[in-house]
């Protein structure tokens, strides 16, 4: 239990800690009451009961201790930097004062690479260097610290971006950088002409889906979307928050998290029945948190049926760069569109970023969408909402054109590049394959191979008395059981229960982030936590 | 009126202008389409008639051409870059060709200082350049590219920063750099307390309105905001968006675009008169499009109806450092309540950017809010808003924090920072000062001094004959002026009508940006154009 007295004792001028900011300690409490407050069952918040903060040396008190607040809002949740990130925050701050039977604890919650020891890219960080600090390029000293063509392509960017990174470009973004993403997606789809009209830079392809959810989602029409589940809970948030309803269709974990066509049809026409009006798919492929790559049927499948059923189909391929399965490839939904004939026929918007991959630049917030068969109309809203957004971050914006456009053979960046690239791709497919070997280990634990992303999301079969201890608690059993492995073992894993799964099943999600060195203590640690507890409830 | 068939014959393979990019021709074609779409005098969208884009080689059509959209965002208008920008677009595309009578597009619609030659602060991006590549501080050759203490301040951010600009942040921000923005704010208000944790580092200024809206404007409850007229349109525009109404409050043109509390307190009863429930009030200090300071007394009055009538003061503060007016000077919301004894005794959210001010980063989208007075429940809502958009972009929240702590006196950078911010900061106002004078001897025009922000708002008196015209193209007179404006000088303003303004007044905001060098032609061109336009609708 939090006990207040203890820091008080501690903030006392002369003892060790009385350094420690007095905002900390509010920090704690704060989010000691966040903790208390979300349900991971139901996704309802529990008020904090009317309790406000007081600064330890001013009395402050306000006639209303309540703010009417948008439900809408209350309502979202997003368990990737929920409640159990509430609580190893915390623990992150006690486990220096020796409070925890571990050292350290592991952020596998979220995926985020250059947190947890990732490399960033050479060639793209020299880029963003010089763009930053153009002066460089006159330094006699610069061929010492940059690679000719490093040098060339700082250039042509300085002219392509007038103004440079501090100066809001067109809202869609920087013309000659939405060009050089268009002539990338067209050579990635072997030829499918990409418009550059049709690409919009984003912060982000978060960016994009709260545009595409803004932009579709009426207030008092009882509209909806199709969204897998397991699912990334930006999709449940988001439609929380813009007031639509989420219609899951359930991947089939005995399929390797395949998607069965019928199912889908099956989910629409049930909401269809209910009086929802469905109004577009999301498509996460590779899939987070599953990492299954669709097969080109199941594409077509989807397509067609956005086709026929007035759909609007949001193709999140974020983790197109993150596919471990050697029988398995990534072909983006705009390509197998037009092979089969309906590019243009229907709103497609594809999302990609600069967040995953295996340049896994997350605090860059890059990115683009793609977006055809939207009548003209639509387009000029779009267009309006990025107006009034301004732009997306131009630091972002030109990491998203070298993303899609690396060095090239016979370029003296080549082979480091490559070099790079080759080293994060075959780790993350070797800690992929160790993590999900070890998890199917376990007693009681399944985990489909990670085909793609950076997860590895593992059903857990518990025993009644820890689904009732949980139940005590007002916790999910499996968040209950993620609430256990931080605590014993420092271990941040996401419960499924965050994602959505079929009722009755438990999963959590973990990254295969952690370093190679660090990986095997990891396994070890969850391991023997898993055994204990399965021991405890039995 | 646009010729279709011009382009085509452009385009055959061989003419001079093949290589146009048939993308080119499309966004010309939507560019026009938007043009004729959004009407701003009444802020309607008249829809495009179902028209849908065709390529030029291939046979799109599909059964929907009607996409069902938000009827929010429909409704949301956003000025600074809407119609007579769009047209703007064309010309600067046609101005080459000599369609025109003028050789430039000269920009003056938005705060974009950097796009039109105002240099970055050299400390800010030599500092950004080595944070996105650490390795310049290994290589020997350093010393002679940064001074020690940019070096030494760049080892220190990579330390606070884990993981670099690559890595998510916390979502409400790196807590070393929120504890360096709060530090700075307690120097810049004399030492009224700021806590760390109050301060929400932004992708700018606009996601913390945004975030506001979203939480306090509930659905279908009639909630309203207080916004002054003329008003930066981010506000009416995401009151759109978000479903809230927006209530004026009329800033008064002839006591200086002062404010006036009791208008402020008539604004209200009114609004409560009509059942609307105002939740809060922006406030712009200094303002836009306006430039005024407020009084003390002014923020004194406003913060006392707030604490009275349970509104949430939304102050928007991201012009702070630019007050030219010596009589001036800009003291904080923050300050004004502490002093008044009201601070955390009801809710102010206070806005800064980095896009403002003399360093001109608008491209970097930075930007911070500090947060006081909000009850616990609230705070949690912000702090899960902030967690489903994972993190501010890291480059953005080094470039607020580095704002915020400028090099100190005696510092390796600081003469050169000096020099940089009292020479941007110095022609600023000599340009206000230039360009307000010769707006003030053109005949119908007056214009109040531009005490702070970039921009200059004259008052427009059009003869009737204008008037009538601007009606028959179904055009604001103030809209209708600017158009013309734009098409016989290359000029770009907005019109006052995309801020608001006094029914029957009219008005249109320009930046006083172009260069010194630039902007006594662009004087020249506008005073005979204004003398024309009179001469011709006299």
């Known amino acids: 239990m939090f006990d207040r007295r203890k820091y008080r004792a501690k903030d006392k001028p002369g003892s060790a800690t009385a350094q420690q900011p007095r905002g900390r300690l509010l920090q704690l409490q704060r989010l000691k009451r966040a903790v208390a407050q979300t349900s991971p069952v139901t996704g309802e918040v529990m008020p904090a009961g009317g309790e406000f903060r007081k600064h330890e040396d001013e009395d402050r008190s306000f006639h209303g201790s309540r703010l009417r607040m948008n439900p809408n809002v209350v309502k979202a949740q997003y368990a990737v930097r929920g409640e159990i990130v509430n609580r ?27 947190k947890v020891g990732q490399q960033p890219i050479t060639f793209i960080r020299q880029l963003l260097s010089l763009c930053e600090y153009p002066q460089l390029l006159d330094n006699p000293a610069v061929t010492q610290l940059f690679p000719s063509d490093v040098c060339e392509r700082a250039r042509a960017l300085i002219a392509d971006v007038p103004g440079g990174t501090g100066s809001y470009s067109e809202s869609p973004g920087v013309p000659a950088l939405r060009r050089m993403v268009a ?16 690409i919009y830079l984003l912060d982000g392809a978060s960016a994009g889906v709260h545009l595409m959810m803004r932009l579709l989602l009426r207030p008092a029409e009882n509209d909806a ?28 974990e005995d399929q390797a998290w395949g ?24 498509v996460i492929n590779p899939g987070n948190p599953t990492g299954q790559c669709l097969s080109y049927e199941n594409q077509v499948d989807i397509i ?28 983006s939904f705009k390509k197998v569109a037009t092979e089969t004939g309906l590019a243009y026929k229907f709103p497609i918007v594809s999302l990609h970023s600069t967040s995953k991959g295996f340049i896994g630049e997350c605090g860059r917030r890059g990115g683009f969408m793609e977006m055809i068969g939207f009548p003209d109309a639509a387009r000029d809203q779009i267009f309006k909402l990025a107006s009034i957004n301004l732009c997306p971050n131009i630091s972002g914006q030109i990491a998203t054109s070298l993303m899609m456009n ?10 480091l590049y490559m070099k790079e690239k080759t080293g994060i791709l075959e780790s993350l497919k070797r800690r992929a394959t160790t993590l999900v070997s070890s998890l199917n280990k376990l007693e009681g634990v399944t985990c489909n191979e990670a085909e793609g992303a950076l997860y590895a999301f593992p059903r857990i079969r518990l025993p009644a008395r820890a689904v009732e201890a949980a139940a005590e608690q007002g916790k999910s059993p499996d968040g209950f059981y993620c609430m256990e492995m931080l605590m014993n073992t420092g271990i941040v894993v996401v419960p499924g229960s965050g994602f ?14 952690p370093s190679e060195s660090e990986i095997g203590s990891v396994i070890e640690r969850l391991s023997k936590f898993h055994a204990d507890f399965l021991k405890k409830y039995s």
């Open 88 to 114: 190893a925050k915390i623990v992150s701050q006690e486990v220096a004062q020796g409070k925890h039977p571990f050292d350290t604890v592991v952020w596998c919650n979220i995926g985020n690479p250059q």
């Open 183 to 198: 002539e990338a997606v067209q050579r990635r789809d072997g030829g499918c002409k990409c418009d550059p009209e049709d």
């Open 225 to 252: 979307m199709l969204v897998p589940i397991p699912q990334y809970p930006l999709y449940s948030a988001t439609l929380a928050l813009y007031g639509g309803s989420l219609v899951p269709y359930y991947l089939d």
């Open 259 to 282: 998607l069965n066509i019928d199912e889908l049809k099956k989910a629409l026409a049930e909401a269809r029945r209910k009086g929802q009006c469905v109004r577009a798919i999301a």
């Open 304 to 331: 067609k049926l956005c086709a026929e059923e007035d759909l609007v189909l949001i193709a999140d391929e974020v983790y197109q760069e993150n596919v471990y399965a050697s029988s398995k490839k990534f072909t």
């Open 406 to 415: 690396p060095p090239q053979e016979g370029e003296p960046s080549y082979e």
């Open 500 to 513: 959505g799964q079929k009722d009755g099943t438990y999963h959590f999600r973990t990254t295969f982030l």
